[in-house]
Nanobody
Framework: QVQLVESGGGLVQAGGSLRLSCAAS????????VGWFRQAPGKEREFVAH????????YYADSVKGRFTISRDNAKNTVYLQMDSLKPEDTAVYYC????????????????WGQGTQVTVSS
């Protein structure tokens, strides 16, 4: 059974950058689309970004468009989320997940999840 592990979170000042990684073990991400989601305290988990299996198609939530970039290295079985121009409202636990079908925007369309990595942006 595939396990996903996120890393790269931390504390950063507003305007700074972080790069999150999502690595798979016990299975592959190579043939699957992957999504990033985030959940802030007291809020529902929300879609952030999605990338197809080859990396040729990506899409983003409006709130992060132009600031975040999703990418992948299938040789390393890893997906990345480059986050630039971070804002305090980006503070959340960030999760990666393997896509199983649908529009790609709903958490219900993903069936394997990592444990999450905390991103905190100070003002």
């Amino acid at each position: 059974q595939v396990q996903l592990v996120e890393s790269g979170g931390g504390l950063v000042q507003a305007g700074g950058s972080l790069r999150l990684s999502c690595a798979a073990s016990g299975g592959t991400l190579r043939n699957y689309a992957v999504g990033w989601f985030r959940q802030a305290p007291g809020k529902e988990r929300e879609f952030v970004a999605h990338i197809n299996w080859s990396g040729s198609t990506t899409y983003y939530a409006d709130s992060v468009k132009g600031r975040f970039t999703i990418s992948r290295d299938n040789a390393k079985n890893t997906v990345y989320l480059q986050m630039d121009s971070l804002k305090p409202e980006d503070t959340a636990v960030y999760y990666c997940a393997r896509y199983r079908g649908g529009t790609g925007y709903s958490a219900r369309e993903y069936n394997y999840w990592g444990q999450g990595t905390q991103v905190t942006v100070s003002s």
